[in-house]
Nanobody, 127 residues
Framework: QVQLVESGGDSVRPGGTLRLSCGAS????????RGWFRQAPGKEREVVAA???????YYTDSVKGRFTISRNNANHTVYLQMNSLKPEDTAIYYC?????????????????????WGQGTQVTVPF
Protein backbone atom coordinates (compact mmCIF):
# COMPACT_ATOMS: atom_id res chain seq x y z
CA GLN A 1 0.00 0.00 0.00
CA VAL A 2 1.05 3.53 -0.80
CA GLN A 3 -0.36 6.55 0.97
CA LEU A 4 -0.40 9.83 -0.93
CA VAL A 5 -0.95 13.26 0.60
CA GLU A 6 -1.35 16.37 -1.52
CA SER A 7 -0.82 19.93 -0.34
CA GLY A 8 -0.48 23.40 -1.76
CA GLY A 9 -3.95 24.09 -3.09
CA ASP A 10 -5.33 27.59 -2.65
CA SER A 11 -7.35 30.34 -4.27
CA VAL A 12 -5.30 32.57 -6.54
CA ARG A 13 -6.06 35.29 -9.05
CA PRO A 14 -5.77 34.63 -12.77
CA GLY A 15 -2.15 34.78 -13.80
CA GLY A 16 -1.01 33.64 -10.39
CA THR A 17 1.13 30.67 -9.42
CA LEU A 18 0.83 27.68 -7.12
CA ARG A 19 3.03 24.74 -6.32
CA LEU A 20 1.38 21.49 -5.39
CA SER A 21 3.21 18.75 -3.54
CA CYS A 22 2.41 15.07 -3.20
CA GLY A 23 4.22 13.04 -0.60
CA ALA A 24 4.24 9.25 -0.63
CA SER A 25 4.70 6.78 2.20
CA UNK A 26 4.32 3.06 2.67
CA UNK A 27 5.43 0.68 -0.09
CA UNK A 28 7.24 3.32 -2.12
CA UNK A 29 9.64 0.86 -3.77
CA UNK A 30 7.50 0.77 -6.92
CA UNK A 31 6.38 4.33 -7.48
CA UNK A 32 8.25 4.80 -10.74
CA UNK A 33 5.31 6.47 -12.39
CA ARG A 34 3.47 9.34 -10.74
CA GLY A 35 0.80 11.64 -12.05
CA TRP A 36 -1.37 14.64 -11.35
CA PHE A 37 -5.05 14.62 -12.28
CA ARG A 38 -7.83 17.13 -11.76
CA GLN A 39 -11.59 17.11 -11.60
CA ALA A 40 -13.66 20.23 -12.08
CA PRO A 41 -17.29 20.44 -10.92
CA GLY A 42 -19.55 18.50 -13.25
CA LYS A 43 -16.65 17.13 -15.27
CA GLU A 44 -14.77 13.87 -15.42
CA ARG A 45 -11.35 13.52 -13.89
CA GLU A 46 -8.61 14.23 -16.40
CA VAL A 47 -4.88 13.73 -16.46
CA VAL A 48 -2.83 16.89 -16.10
CA ALA A 49 0.75 15.65 -16.08
CA ALA A 50 2.78 12.54 -15.43
CA UNK A 51 6.40 11.75 -14.74
CA UNK A 52 8.47 8.60 -14.89
CA UNK A 53 11.32 7.67 -12.58
CA UNK A 54 14.08 8.99 -14.86
CA UNK A 55 12.29 12.26 -15.47
CA UNK A 56 10.35 11.65 -18.67
CA UNK A 57 7.25 13.82 -18.55
CA TYR A 58 3.85 14.16 -20.14
CA TYR A 59 1.47 17.13 -20.14
CA THR A 60 -2.03 17.52 -21.39
CA ASP A 61 -2.25 20.18 -24.08
CA SER A 62 -4.11 22.74 -21.99
CA VAL A 63 -1.27 23.07 -19.47
CA LYS A 64 1.78 22.81 -21.72
CA GLY A 65 4.10 25.75 -21.19
CA ARG A 66 2.38 26.70 -17.92
CA PHE A 67 2.70 23.68 -15.63
CA THR A 68 5.83 21.73 -14.72
CA ILE A 69 5.87 18.34 -13.02
CA SER A 70 8.97 17.28 -11.14
CA ARG A 71 9.96 14.74 -8.55
CA ASN A 72 12.37 14.18 -5.71
CA ASN A 73 13.05 10.47 -5.65
CA ALA A 74 14.91 10.69 -2.35
CA ASN A 75 11.81 11.72 -0.43
CA HIS A 76 9.20 10.24 -2.79
CA THR A 77 7.63 13.61 -3.46
CA VAL A 78 6.17 14.86 -6.72
CA TYR A 79 5.50 18.52 -7.44
CA LEU A 80 3.31 20.42 -9.85
CA GLN A 81 4.42 23.99 -10.47
CA MET A 82 1.50 25.88 -11.94
CA ASN A 83 2.11 29.25 -13.55
CA SER A 84 -0.19 31.62 -15.44
CA LEU A 85 -3.22 30.07 -13.82
CA LYS A 86 -6.58 30.48 -15.53
CA PRO A 87 -10.15 30.16 -14.23
CA GLU A 88 -10.47 26.94 -16.21
CA ASP A 89 -7.74 25.42 -14.04
CA THR A 90 -10.14 25.46 -11.10
CA ALA A 91 -10.53 21.90 -9.86
CA ILE A 92 -9.62 19.42 -7.20
CA TYR A 93 -6.14 18.17 -7.99
CA TYR A 94 -5.25 14.59 -7.18
CA CYS A 95 -1.92 12.85 -7.31
CA UNK A 96 -1.62 9.24 -8.32
CA UNK A 97 1.02 6.57 -8.05
CA UNK A 98 1.82 3.34 -9.77
CA UNK A 99 0.22 0.16 -8.50
CA UNK A 100 -0.23 -3.46 -9.53
CA UNK A 101 -3.95 -2.92 -9.93
CA UNK A 102 -5.61 0.15 -11.35
CA UNK A 103 -6.13 1.88 -14.64
CA UNK A 104 -3.54 1.70 -17.40
CA UNK A 105 -2.63 5.10 -18.83
CA UNK A 106 -0.71 5.62 -22.04
CA UNK A 107 1.32 8.80 -22.24
CA UNK A 108 3.39 10.04 -25.15
CA UNK A 109 6.54 8.04 -24.43
CA UNK A 110 5.58 5.81 -21.52
CA UNK A 111 2.66 4.09 -19.91
CA UNK A 112 1.85 2.92 -16.44
CA UNK A 113 -0.87 1.56 -14.21
CA UNK A 114 -2.03 4.07 -11.63
CA UNK A 115 -4.04 2.83 -8.69
CA UNK A 116 -3.09 4.81 -5.60
CA TRP A 117 -4.73 8.18 -5.12
CA GLY A 118 -4.51 11.03 -2.71
CA GLN A 119 -7.46 12.83 -1.15
CA GLY A 120 -7.07 15.87 -3.37
CA THR A 121 -6.31 19.53 -2.91
CA GLN A 122 -8.54 22.36 -4.12
CA VAL A 123 -7.25 24.91 -6.59
CA THR A 124 -9.51 27.87 -7.29
CA VAL A 125 -8.87 30.58 -9.86
CA PRO A 126 -11.87 32.92 -9.80
CA PHE A 127 -12.98 34.91 -12.82
Amino acid sequence: QVQLVESGGDSVRPGGTLRLSCGASGDTYNTNCRGWFRQAPGKEREVVAAIYILGTTYYTDSVKGRFTISRNNANHTVYLQMNSLKPEDTAIYYCASESEVGTWYVFTSFGCRLGYWGQGTQVTVPF
